[in-house]
């Protein structure tokens, strides 16, 4: 029985997050290598949600409080970006012809580095005194508003460059859409840096349902529909490459060419 709200929250969390791996796995299958950064971060995000949800349901029934449930919530930001610094670039990488260099793979690199720097100054604050720790956290959650800001800049530096496929163009939709979520999410995590009662993870439960719980909700559930829209990315820029034509000119299947062979895109005019 679930003596708490934070447990009947975590209950549900758990049950949701089991169904939204899913659909999350079948994308990063079908996104293959190179979307493999941006949905295998989502991926991770939705493991750490249900581990976190996990333990908490534990510590509910047990009564105990242990220091791991919240530094993995605290942590479950950091993937949930990343996804969108991978799932963006996905997006500009199948941008045809030249891009601009701020759409490269080096802002790319310097943001998880950024990210996981901050990641590791949340840690170090749950796990510090009461002196170091706040401040710690502080400056990690910080440099999640800064991120946050950079791939907004890059987003619309993005919409800018008009060239790419039906696939990229919806995953850039995808992170546009989703990008509003995140920013609220993000400043709610600052601001209960500095006010701890409101806190991301102990404060009321109105709160962390409405600002933190249902944001994460919908970025995801944007992103498992944008991605599975566009599951034939791939095989649509290799239609492009070849015929120079898009795929909404054609009916396009994915047939197999026998055993262990490439699969090769079948287009048929409408």
């Not at 249902?214 to 239609?239: K, Y």
Request: hydrophobic share 50%; proline share 3%; charged share 10%.
């Amino acid at each position: 029985m679930l003596h708490t709200e934070t447990g009947q929250l975590a209950a549900a969390e758990l049950a949701i997050y089991l169904i939204l791996i899913l659909p999350v796995a079948f994308c990063a299958f079908k996104h293959s290598w190179q979307g493999a950064l941006g949905w295998g971060y989502l991926f991770a995000f939705c493991t750490l949600r249900i581990v976190g949800s996990a333990l908490q349901l534990r510590n509910d029934s047990s009564g105990i409080t242990s220091s791991s449930t919240s530094i993995i919530s605290g942590i479950g930001l950091s993937p949930l970006m990343l996804s969108f610094v991978g799932i963006l670039h996905e997006s500009n990488h199948y941008i045809r012809g030249s891009k601009p260099a701020l759409l490269t793979i080096i802002p790319a690199l310097i943001f998880h580095i950024v990210v996981v720097g901050a990641m590791v100054l949340i840690i170090l604050g749950y796990q510090s005194n009461q002196n170091q720790g706040p401040a710690l956290q502080k400056v990690g959650y910080i440099l999640f508003v800064i991120i946050f800001l950079a791939v907004a800049l890059l987003t619309s530096l993005s919409w800018r460059t008009t060239n790419r496929g039906n696939g990229p163009q919806k995953l850039l939709l995808a992170i546009t859409l989703a990008l509003p979520f995140l920013g609220v999410r993000v400043f709610y995590s600052l601001v209960s840096a500095f006010d701890h009662e409101i806190n991301a993870y102990t404060g009321p439960i109105a709160y962390r349902i409405c600002l933190a719980v249902l944001m994460e909700f919908v970025m995801v559930i944007v992103f498992a529909v944008f991605g599975t829209m566009s599951r034939n990315l791939r095989a649509e820029e290799q239609l492009y490459s070849t015929t120079g034509e898009n795929a909404s000119d054609h009916d396009v299947e994915l047939v197999p060419e026998g055993g262990n062979r490439k699969r090769w895109l079948q287009a048929r005019r409408v």
